[in-house]
């Protein structure tokens, strides 16, 4: 995808899918903060919009998640949720990304490894 839409990024993140429709596999690197939460909503709005009922997110490449990240994965989650039996998984997470998930409560409901 192209960061051109997102001039103000300070961060960059380079944002993969692929997949079906219903099961999208999105591949995120670099960080996920105040600066590129837009862009990762955006996608994630767009996948489920599409039909997406299971996202799996590949976050082996992504180095840092704030706040405004974890709202955007919560807020995905809660609409698949809403939806049916949507889910959201994230794989592949780096320790200190690990460490956010569970330091919030939410690697029962995000993590699966």
Known sequence: MDD???PGALT??????????????LTAKGEIDVATSPRLRTELTNLIARGATDITL?????????????????????????DGDGQIRIVGAQQSVRKVFEITGLETALLTD
């Open 12 to 25: 960059p993140l380079q944002i993969d899918v692929k997949g079906s429709v219903t099961h999208p596999v």
């Open 58 to 82: 590949e976050f082996g490449g992504v180095t840092f998640v704030d706040s405004s990240g974890l709202g955007v994965l919560v807020g995905a989650y809660k609409r698949l949720r809403e």
């Open 4 to 6: 051109d839409r997102f």
